[in-house]
């Protein structure tokens, strides 16, 4: 049996359509004003949840992306000191070897001597550079300086270096390493500990060896036995110089590819960012076109079924 339809029907029917039409001319005006697909969160659940996953993945890349740019800044500066470190190490053993071979007078060896203590305090320096205000040999410690030294006139076999407190010739020194997090459970330790750049024991620690062969210098009844003890010793310091250079050249390496995976990652989030929440403006515009007409032809439709009122006589 077919219902009556009333006008007041006709006319509810008329004013439903023409809000949904409204509403839409509305989501389709702010995805044009905002260029962006959905301008509320209830717009489109499956969107949104890839937006937010896009722009978490994007913003750990930056952050990596930053980590590591702080621990290349950082290696570099170790580097640095490594490089002067072994332009001291070459020089000390040249006089070494010329010490060694070369009847020498006494100013001459007290001359030696004082260019080796120069030396020796250099590199005191150099283990106690910084990056800011930041040590970067001292492990953990990067506050205070971590290599001290005493020097004992009265009793020069007393002379001692530390680090961070321990003693460097009879104890195991500070192994401690700075580290920075370059991805997900990732942590890549970034300076050599400073008993690797110094070295531990009596025989491979370098400041030890540089005092002790001034002292040596200066000791004018040792005979040339003495002094070519040291050759073999400053041989195997810048031994180890050298691999720390080379673990620091793969570190840095490593850093270079790590950098570069990050930049294609970020340009790979922000595409899917962009894919998720970017409006097609063209595509948008042409949207807001179709609505603006079915609205029109809705009020169009509106104007023939409301009831004709005394007015529309009147006219």
Partial sequence: MPFRITNSMM?????????????????????????????????????????????????????????????????????????????????????AVYAANDPLGLDERKAIALEVQQLRDQVLTLANATLGEKFIFGGYNVTFPPFDVELDPDNPDSDTITLNGIDMIDDEGDLEFVSYSIGLGVDFEVALSGSA??????????????????????????????????????QQIQNN?????????GRTARIALMKDRYAV??????????DAQDLDQAEGIMRFTMAEAVYRAALN??????????????R
């Fill in 11 to 95: 006319v509810g029917s008329f004013n439903r359509n023409l809000m949904s039409n409204s509403r839409k001319m509305e989501q389709l005006q702010s995805q044009l004003a905002t260029n962006k697909k959905n301008v509320r969160l209830s717009d489109d659940a499956v969107s949104v949840v890839k937006i937010v996953n896009a722009k978490a993945k994007q913003n750990d890349a930056t952050q990596y992306t930053r980590n590591l740019e702080d621990a290349e800044t950082w290696l570099n500066n170790t580097e640095t000191a490594l490089n002067e470190a072994n332009v001291i190490i070459k020089r000390v053993y040249e006089l």
């Fill in 301 to 314: 439709v509106g104007g023939r079924i409301l009831p004709p009122t005394l007015v529309d006589f009147m």
């Fill in 241 to 249: 110089i050298l691999t720390n250079l080379a673990e620091v050249g």
């Fill in 265 to 274: 990652d970020t340009i790979n989030y922000t595409q899917m960012l962009s």
């Fill in 197 to 234: 750049f110094m070295g531990l024991g009596e025989n491979e620690n370098m400041w030890f060896q540089f005092n002790e062969f001034a002292k040596e210098l200066q000791n004018y009844e040792q005979d040339y036995d003495s002094l070519s003890g040291f050759i073999p010793r400053l």
